[in-house]
Structures are given as C-alpha cells and as structure tokens.
C-alpha cells in the first residue's frame, strides 16, 4: 500500500498543473460517490433494523395470543371431558334402566329351539352342598396393587381356605407358579423376586386355573385338554384327568388363550367350557374337586362372542363383556344352576376401569373380593352382595 502511494505521489508530481486538477476532481468525484453509497447502506440498515423490530414485536404479540388460545383451547377440552363423563354416566344409569339383553337372539324361532334345548339338558335338579343364596348388588370399590408380568395372567388367594397366601400365574404358557405369603409382600416385591416358586411337572395353558384347599388346578397345555391337581404342601401331582368334550373352542373369544375356565366357589370346583357343537353359549360343568369326575353340565345362555372372563359366585355364573373399542367391562349375562336368578334379575354391573381386558377373574368368597388381571395390572373389587329371591 505505501508503495502505491509513493507512486501516485510520483505521478501526481510528474503532471502538470491542468492535469492535476482534473485528477483531483476525478477523486473528488469518486469520494462523492463513495458517501452517496454509504449513506445509502446506512439508511436501508436502519430501515431493515427498523422493520425487524416491527416483525419481533409482531411474533411476540402472535405468541402471546397463540398462549392465550392454548390456554382456551385446554379449558375447552377440559370442559369437554366432564361433559363426556357426565353423558357416559347417564347411558350407563339409562342401560341399567332399560338395558338390551345380548343373551337373547333376534329371531323368535331360534329363541324357542334354544330355550328348549337348555330346559332339556338342565332337567335333573342341581343338589345344592351349602344354603349360600349370595349374588351381586354392585361393585363397592377397586385397588389396583400393582403391574407385574405379562399383559394376560391369574392371581389369587386360595378360595377353599383361609390361607393369606397370593398365588400368582404370569402369562399363558409356562410351568413356574409364584406364591407369596401375604398381598403386602406382594405388592411390596419387585416384580415377583419375592415369591417362592414352585416348578409345576407341566406347563399350563390359558389363564383358566384355581386354587382351593391346598391344590392347583390348571389345564395342561397339548391339544388334549387334561386337568392337573398339585398338592402345593408336597410339591406333587395328585391327580389328572381328561375333560370329557369333544371339539373345544375358546370359552371366550376376548381371551382366546383359554379353552378350560376353572372356578371355585362356596360349592366347590366348576369349570367353563365350549365346544363346536354349541358354540355360541358357554358351557359349564360342575366337578368333583377330589375325583376331578363331571358332576353335571349345563349349556347357559351366555354368548361367547365379546366375552373376556366370568367367575362363579354360589353357583351362579356370572359372564363378563367387553368389545375391542374402548368401552368398559360389565357383567351382561348371568346363569343360576338353582335357576334363582336370571340375567333379569340381576343388576347391569360395571367394572369401574379398562386398560385392556380382563384375561381372569377369581372370586374369593372368605372376603367377597375379585381378584382381576387386566393387561397386567392386578386389581381387587370389593363387591357389594344381597341374597338371591325365593322362586
């Protein structure tokens, strides 16, 4: 740059006295220009510095509205929300008024030919083994204690004693039963690390078992349904036996898993069945919890089709229904072998919370409990009972 300068210096003096005038207003003219421009570019800075302000505040006064329609659109909904639940209640107050029967057919003839088939087949009187005359009023509350295992499982107490012991079967084939001393070291254990297992000889299928005074009876898992007794103080298998149907299909199609759903009530041992030959209704057979024999069976009323589990209470088979929308589990239908109660009679009961499906329910008559798993959660239902009316 200094060398530049000496050489315009250089030139500068080599020229004459009209020449340097000219070059002087030649630069003269091209400072000019120079300004000019940067006046310019001072100007369109301030105008756009300008115009970015007005933008910002723009932004900021559409984000505080933005706020302010966030904050209705949250109270709306809220709004909505207690409307739904509001309106859900009263279909469910207006159902229990006035709810459809789904175990009645739509044509009149199959309805005769249906009615008269179970008249036929329930001919022989059930023989009552105690005077229990409980049934269902209504669910009083419900605890869910925790999630543990798989989505589809069972747990219960043991229904023929007064053992606090918690029997737990994670999932819907394996051969390892958890027991646990009490709910609270249940409920306290991480996952299942504080139960004591107990290796079973085979490995089960569905979530169909039952325990009752100190034995297991669960259903072996094959394509020959056979029904396993284990002695839970020895650790051995007692007895088995076949179940004596033919062509067996999923006792409930919300639980596919389950072909054989043994109970245990104030009557003993019961198990829920369904073959081709009836399969619309679910079947239910009375047995021999020493003998593992059939008793006596019935062909009940009660669809197969939207049901997720059923449990007995006094000899009264209570079947529950869901449906793959989101809907809540209720008790739909209700068949007595003492023929006290009808699905008439019996109140529309609604299970106060859904995660899934229930894939078992076990009725412990000690403490009119339920014990529930519903994709995986375990809950407990109080139950509300009243006495069944005299025919």
Known sequence: MRFL?????????????A?????MDYLE??????????????????????DLREFKQQMVALLENLDKDKDTLRADLSGVSTRVERVEREMDYLETQNGAQPCVDVDDKLVEQDVTVVKERNKAKYAKLTDCRDMISSIKAMKILKRVGGPKGMWTKD???????VYIFNGTSKDTLYEFNSIRDFTSSAGLSRGRSIGLPYPWGGTGHAIYNGYA???????????????????????????????????YSLTPETYIDLAADEEGLWAMY?????ERNICLAKMDAGTLDIEQTWDTPCPRENAEAAFVICGTVYVVYNTKLPSRSRVQCVFDVSDMVTTDDAPLVYFPKRYGAHSSLKYNPLEQLIYAWDDGYQILYKLVMKKKLEL
């Not at 300068?5 to 006295?17: H, K, V």
């Not at 020449?19 to 070059?23: I, M, V």
């Not at 369904?274 to 009836?278: D, K, L």
């Open 29 to 50: 003219r091209r400072l000019l220009a120079i300004e000019d421009r940067i006046s310019t570019w001072h100007e369109q800075s301030n105008r756009y510095a300008s």
């Open 159 to 165: 229904v023929g004693s007064s053992s606090a012991k």
């Open 19 to 23: 020449q340097n005038q000219a070059l």
């Open 217 to 251: 009876y669960y259903i072996k898992k094959g394509k020959e349904f056979q029904v396993i007794k284990y002695d839970l103080r020895n650790g051995s298998v007692v007895d088995s036996a076949v179940f004596p149907a033919q062509d067996q299909v999923p006792v």
């Open 5 to 17: 300068l000496l050489l315009l210096l250089a030139n500068l003096l080599g020229l004459s006295g």
């Open 274 to 278: 369904a073959t081709r030959e009836n």
